[in-house]
């Protein structure tokens, strides 16, 4: 290797070394341990002699000006190349740091680095709330500023939230509770003033329709008693000592001898007869329910479920405010 590698223009150095190494075991008097041994220090002198050559040009080539007629260097000169210094566009906060999408990016991987307070100036941290009670920042009627309240956020729930609201309601909130939890699940959004009062005015009217309906659904069934009486009016049913006259519902049913319904008559059923005798009335919403059941006698059903044929006392709430109490009959088929 050290003799088909080195250069012809070295070829001298071959021929000082050779003299005192031997290239060829028959050519020697030494033993086979020894002309190994010999020409390991061959090869080692040969790639020191080699080495100072080359080091002793580059050396030389370097000092001789350009025009000169020394032999020039194959090596390029070079100067120092700084590391790049790190650049952050983002320094995780409570509004920008997401295990999903995280925003802080370090360019150069040169591990973590803080923002300097230049570069942070660049991307001002947006403040959701005031620690004090009022509406946030002039007014906050915009959609980007919500209304904050003794330190806390007004948000409006996407879902239920357990121990928070359900779905609908508009709600305080801490600010941490908005980014950490309801922000991230898409259960909560912020919401404005405007926002607010225009729910507001919407839930009024809807209630103010719900109201009329419920009027609407008491004036039949009152109507339909009255036409029940059997030619009387209300005037003689308050002179015989009655409350309530006339039928406002018929249900018949199989029952047996004495009277005993089979299955009987829940609350349900009820509501379904309404439904299919007064199909124009307000039955829907979580206000519209029975509230009671009576014997004529004055005596409470138990869990309103009828068990006997008869006429009862129905006390129904029919929405906010308004309620009416009807006849029930119920008879055999």
Not at 22 to 43: D, E, F, G, H, W
Not at 245 to 251: D, K, R, S, V, Y
Request: net charge positive.
């Amino acid at each position: 290797w050290t003799t088909n590698s080195i250069a012809p223009k070295h070829q001298n150095i071959h021929q000082r070394i050779n003299p005192f190494f031997p290239t060829q075991l028959s050519s020697s008097n030494l033993s086979p341990v020894q002309y190994i041994k010999m020409a390991s220090l061959r090869s080692i002198a040969l790639m020191t002699c080699t080495a100072l050559m080359l080091t002793t040009n580059t050396l030389t080539s370097a000092s001789s000006p350009s025009g000169g007629s020394a032999t020039k260097s194959s090596y390029a000169k070079t100067s120092f190349i700084p590391p790049a210094a790190p650049s952050s566009v983002g320094w995780p906060s409570s509004l920008n740091h997401r295990p999903s999408r995280v925003q802080n990016q370090i360019a150069t991987g040169y591990g973590t680095y803080h923002a300097s307070s230049s570069s942070a100036s660049s991307s001002p941290t947006i403040l959701l709330g005031k620690k004090k009670g009022g509406v946030g920042g002039g007014g906050g009627s915009s959609t980007t500023q919500p209304v904050s309240k003794n330190g806390k956020i007004q948000v409006v729930l996407l879902q239920t939230v357990p121990d928070v609201g359900q779905t609908g309601d508009v709600v305080f909130v801490s600010s941490a509770v908005f980014q950490n939890q309801l922000k991230r699940t898409n259960k909560a959004r912020l919401i404005s003033a405007e926002e607010v009062a225009k729910m507001e005015s919407e839930e009024r009217a809807q209630e103010k329709e719900a109201y009329d309906m419920a009027v609407k659904t008491k004036s039949m069934l009152e109507e339909a008693m009255l036409a029940n009486l059997g030619g009387g009016d209300a005037d003689q049913c308050a002179d015989d000592g009655k409350d309530i006259c006339g039928i406002a519902l018929e249900m018949k049913r199989k029952a047996g001898p004495e009277g005993n319904l089979f299955g009987g008559v829940n609350p349900k059923m009820v509501m379904d007869a309404l439904k299919e005798q007064y199909p124009d009335g307000s039955w829907e919403g979580k206000q519209v329910k029975l509230g009671e059941v009576k014997d004529m006698e004055g005596k409470t059903v138990a869990k309103m479920d009828i068990k006997q044929v008869g006429e009862y006392v129905v006390k129904l709430y029919l929405g906010k405010g308004v309620d009416i109490s009807f006849i029930l009959a119920i008879v055999a088929e």
